[in-house]
């Protein structure tokens, strides 16, 4: 790492995953532009979520973050934002009920337009182009013209997160999210299945627990009639991260104003690489995917650049291993930090270490993988006196067909009925809910 720090001072190291733009004259012009334009969420937004990670850190909040694993422009829709919000909303209540505590609710939303790929290229049929990005970088399509790498696209994407962002505020602190009014959640395609039935059980029983509540202290929950809904992103472009990275009117230091949590992803992790020199100046959370490559001394040296005054709520580490592997690889991990000293929160990714590709070409998740690694999350914090305080998931509020198994018994036959994820896997609403009561089942049992 330099020594001294500034929003550029990554530009003097070898950035990682980064787009090859043709016309650099328009890259540094929209870049530009990108910095002039308001921020998307505000340093106190941010400071407020931080404040709500040191709860969970001491085990008084547990944190529930979901969402596409890469969103589309053409998603930027009133009902698929609402429907994402819906299923976040529906399993909060879920494992509310096991936590016995508050939850923060954070949407893989509003700035998850950029994906890393494991080679730049892809070549179909003897074609050879540059691989597909994410939106905010190029298009899906095969075709030399989409896979150009265009840096309007920046703009486009800023726009999408904030009408997005714009949205689910409103929904959020509008109504919507009010605990007496649960059916504004309900997804129209829902079936009458076990796990609909369970939720309606839990939301009969919160109404009157709401009811009882309100009739002894005679007056309404007023803090039961909107929630806290805060957004992340992989911080990946860094053109862009650093375009939306302002200095706080406060005087407080340089935060991402682009998200409330930025995520360094397995890919850009390394202590030396520029995604981590930028991410060590910025005030706000982060969170750092930890993949199967992690070893105990880049855990040590990661720890030391982005927290090294160890201050609880600023550091998160996403574990995402694998259902064949978590036994074997977390338990050092948690033992070298717990050694350490270090305070962390421990949120579980079960999708990316559980990744497969079917016979037809489709890549997908089975469900039982999914939830093996969950359990087994909470089994290894637990026997090691250390806590498990979230998880985060690729979802979807939609009735897709992209993970096999759950409830439904969706198999590698069913997956083309309606796979829509334009890169990753997602689950389903029914599969979604079902991890929801497998999490509040475990939360329940702990002492």
């Not at 979520?49 to 001491?58: F, G, P, S, V």
């Not at 299923?87 to 505590?101: E, H």
């Not at 989409?146 to 904030?162: C, V």
Request: hydrophobic share 35%; glycine share 8%; aromatic share 6%.
């Amino acid at each position: 790492m330099t020594s001294a720090w500034s929003p550029d001072s990554w530009k003097k190291i070898p950035a990682a995953q980064q787009p090859t733009y043709q016309d650099q004259r328009l890259l540094h012009e929209v870049l530009r532009q990108l910095s002039l334009l308001p921020p998307l969420v505000t340093s106190w937004e941010v400071d407020h979520l931080r404040e709500q990670l040191i709860d969970a850190q001491e085990g008084q909040a547990w944190v529930l973050q979901g969402g596409d694993c890469a969103e589309s422009f053409a998603d930027c829709q009133a009902e698929s934002i609402a429907s994402k919000l819906k299923v976040l909303l529906q399993m909060s209540l879920a494992i509310l009920f096991g936590a016995r505590c508050k939850m923060i609710r954070i949407g893989r939303l509003a700035g998850q337009y950029a994906k890393p790929r494991s080679s730049d290229t892809e070549t179909i049929d003897g074609v050879t182009l540059p691989s597909y990005r994410g939106d905010l970088i190029n298009r899906a399509d095969f075709t030399s013209t989409a896979r150009t790498p265009d840096p309007l696209l920046l703009l486009r994407g800023y726009e999408r997160s904030a009408l997005t962002l714009n949205f689910a505020r409103a929904l959020s602190e509008g109504g919507f999210a009010d605990l007496h009014h649960p059916e504004n959640w309900k997804l129209i395609f829902v079936s009458e299945n076990e796990s609909a039935r369970r939720y309606q059980e839990l939301v009969e029983r919160l109404m009157h627990a709401l009811r009882f509540m309100e009739t002894i202290s005679s007056t309404a929950t007023s803090e039961f009639r909107r929630v806290d809904f805060f957004t992340s992103h992989e911080a990946l472009h860094l053109g862009y991260e650093t375009a939306l990275t302002r200095s706080s009117v406060r005087g407080t230091g340089f935060y991402n104003l682009g998200t409330h949590l930025p995520w360094i992803g397995d890919r850009t992790r390394s202590v030396t690489g520029a995604h981590i020199e930028y991410a060590r100046g910025i005030r706000n959370p982060l969170a750092v995917k930890v993949g199967t490559g992690m070893t105990t001394d880049e855990l040590t040296r990661l720890i030391d650049i982005l927290n090294p005054n160890n201050a609880p709520g600023r550091l998160t580490l996403i574990h995402r291993l694998g259902r064949g592997k978590i036994d074997t690889l977390l338990p050092p991990l948690i033992e070298h930090v717990q050694k350490l000293g270090a305070r962390v929160l421990w949120i579980c990714d079960p999708m990316h270490g559980n990744t497969i590709g079917t016979s037809g070409g489709r890549k997908t998740r089975r469900f039982d993988d999914i939830v093996a690694e969950l359990r087994a999350a909470f089994r290894i914090h637990r026997s090691l006196n250390s806590r498990l305080g979230g998880v985060h998931l690729e979802l979807t509020g939609e009735n897709v067909t992209e993970c096999t198994g759950g409830s439904s018994g969706l198999t590698e036959n069913d997956l083309d009925s309606d796979y829509r994820s334009i890169v990753d896997p997602r689950l389903n609403y029914e599969q979604a809910m079902e991890v929801a009561f497998t999490i509040a089942e475990e939360l329940a049992s702990e002492p």
